[in-house]
């Protein structure tokens, strides 16, 4: 901590001063009265000090999402009469509720600093400066201490629906197969053999047909969703980029089908690869945000990334991709998982375009760009893997309706 | 457009704007006005003054009104310059500018040398006297953005000090006075006015601590 002379025990030693040399310099007696105010309130300088001051900082959560308030409190002791004062210097994208802040009195002061996080990312939340003065504010101390480190993650995109596929692996979970099993969804009725359960004999179709008829039940099953998350582009506008877009997407994606009791996996496709393998439960779905955070993003000249690792895609999984389209080595991937047999679907969240100055050959620029951009959709249409738009304001059901409202058909 | 490519993975976010404004319209006007108050009447009559008075004039008209605009720019958070446009850029460097230098105490020093340069002139220097001291605690209001009650525990001294700037600027208004019993009862009444004057900053300086 740095004690000194307060701004305004400065301004008044400044009067004395200047008035008590100008009255030597003119032998003029009123300008030593004009410094006698100044002087007379700087013999109240406090002879003592704070003897041990203590801050303790504590948060009441690691991890935020997107939009939400962090509590942030502060404990002062041992500050005896002096007053305290707090001002919070936020970083970039953290938004203070209240940026000064004078604790009430007593023995420990504590203050609860409500901070919101407005844009995903692992950060500090800035800096907090306290200040203590004396109660004739002559004097002051100086503390400047950084705020915690906290996580911040992409608020999810709302997703109330969910892609199933035709072909289901041999797990048991929730979605209705085409193949008949212990499930409760009605599948069909069937003749009697032995060694069926009794309890499902279907007595209408018995007394109808002369011979014992079973109810048959469609078998519950779980999927395996893949979801790829293209970091290797950032653009757009501020907290709408098409980084925001792709995390906030995925996010969403993840959140839903793990509450479906699917077994998610993830991709993040950018300068180098990570991955996890599908999986369920809480713990995997932290797991997973963490890897979301964690991934450095950007552009690297790296080879073998056209090729997605076979650890990464189980056999027969759903592959859903958010990507902006704009790297190239992301479209050859995506075209090669699809040749290996796996359903895909993108995501496109490009929302911006390069920006141009009106001229003739700007606008030809931009114009072959819009083809190219069009070109690399039609393509991956045609063999077979669906794009669909995603603006990020709309919930994702919008875009994934047609493909939401019945099965996916898996095919090679 | 841009193709983001420092691979920045703890914080990859970026761009802000100014935050943080609390426009503080009466706390600014009262050290305003005294500011330009100070000034006219430290340098009243410009004509009056010695050789010198303009440009020190010119030098207190500008750092009055310097000190104002950092008292005014005080409540701005000043975000790190990385990402901004050239508008935030050059307000960024004009508040760095403004919070450079201590303006105030440099009008403070700007008035009492305007004041030097005209004539004795004892009563008009305890004006003076009161509108800089006055000037001072309102730049520490509007500064602390306290109210006027936190001068209260000081109220005593300021009395003292009032009293003191009295007798010195008696001393300098009647310098030659004969001696008998006009000048008896004058220093009889300095000599109460002095004790007065301990009687209200004695107790203020013991219970300083406390």
Not at chain 1, 345 to 350: F, R, S
Request: hydrophobic letters at 50%; aromatic letters at 6%; one cysteine or more.
């Amino acid at each position: 901590m740095r004690w000194g002379l307060s701004a305004h025990a400065r301004r008044l030693a400044t009067l004395a001063l200047a008035a008590l040399i100008t009255a030597v310099v003119t032998r003029r007696a009123e300008f030593a009265g004009l410094a006698a105010p100044a002087a007379l309130m700087l013999t109240t300088w406090p002879s003592g000090r704070a003897a041990e001051l203590t801050v303790r900082i504590s948060m009441d959560a690691a991890t935020v999402v997107e939009g939400t308030e962090a509590i942030v409190t502060v404990e002062i002791h041992g500050h005896d009469d002096f007053e305290a004062q707090l001002v919070v210097e936020p970083n970039d994208h953290v938004l203070a509720g209240a940026a000064i802040v004078s604790p009430p009195g007593g023995p420990v002061r504590v203050v609860r600093l409500p901070l919101e996080q407005a844009r995903w990312g692992t950060r500090s939340l800035g800096m907090l400066l306290i200040t203590f003065t004396d109660r004739y504010r002559l004097t002051e101390g100086k503390v400047l201490i950084q705020l915690p480190v906290i996580q911040c993650r992409p608020l999810p995109a709302q997703l109330a629906s969910s892609i199933v596929m035709s072909r289901l692996p041999s797990r048991l979970g929730e979605h209705p197969a085409r193949a008949t099993g212990e499930g409760g969804e009605f599948a069909g009725v069937r003749e009697f053999v032995p060694g069926d359960r009794q309890r499902r004999i279907n007595w209408p179709a018995t007394t109808r047909h002369g011979t014992l008829h079973l109810t048959t039940f469609a078998a519950e099953r779980t999927q395996n969703i893949v979801v790829i998350a293209d970091e290797t582009t950032d653009v757009g506008v501020a907290g709408m980029t098409s980084l925001d877009l792709v995390l906030r997407g995925a996010a969403g994606a993840v959140t839903r089908y793990l509450a479906a009791r699917d077994r998610v996996g993830l991709v993040i496709f950018a300068g180098h690869l990570s991955w996890l393998a599908p999986g369920q439960g809480q713990r995997h779905y932290q797991r997973l945000l963490d890897l979301m955070m964690a991934t450095p993003g950007g552009w690297e000249r790296a080879g073998g990334l056209t090729r997605l690792p076979r650890a990464a895609l189980p056999p027969g999984a759903l592959i859903i991709a958010f990507s902006p389209l704009l790297d190239p080595r992301l479209i050859e991937a995506l075209r090669d998982v699809r040749e290996r047999g796996f359903s895909v679907l993108v995501v496109d969240v490009l929302n911006a375009e390069p920006a141009h100055d009106g001229s003739r050959l700007s606008s030809l620029t931009s114009r072959v760009w819009r083809l190219e951009q069009q070109a690399i959709r039609f393509s991956l249409t045609e063999i077979g893997v669906p794009v669909v738009h995603w603006d990020g304001v709309t919930s994702l059901d919008d875009p994934l309706a047609p493909y939401t409202r019945r099965v996916m058909v898996a095919h090679r | 457009m841009s193709r983001r490519g420092d691979g920045a993975g703890a914080d990859r976010a970026g761009g802000a704007g100014y935050r943080g404004w609390r426009f503080r319209g009466l706390g600014l006007a009262a050290p305003a006005a005294l500011a330009a108050g100070v000034i006219w009447w430290a340098s009243f009559p410009v004509s009056g003054g010695g050789g010198g008075t303009q440009p020190v004039l010119v030098i207190a008209i500008v750092t009055g009104a310097m000190s104002v605009a950092e008292l005014a720019v005080a409540t701005i958070v000043i975000p790190q310059p990385e990402g901004f446009g050239a508008a935030d850029r050059v307000v960024h460097q004009v508040i760095g500018l403004i919070s450079m230098l201590p303006w105030a105490e440099l009008m403070t020093v700007a008035a009492l040398v305007l004041e030097a340069l005209h004539k004795s002139r004892p009563w008009h220097t305890a004006v003076l006297a009161v509108a800089l001291t006055g000037y001072l605690l309102a730049v520490h209001l509007a500064e602390t953005d306290a109210r006027v009650g936190a001068l209260r525990a000081q109220l005593p001294l300021l009395c003292a000090g009032a009293g003191l700037a009295a007798l010195s600027v008696g001393a300098a208004a009647l310098p030659g006075l004969p001696a008998g019993p006009v000048a008896t009862t004058v220093r009889i009444g300095a000599v109460v006015l002095a004790t007065v004057v301990a009687g209200l900053a004695v107790p203020v300086w013991f219970s300083r601590d406390r």
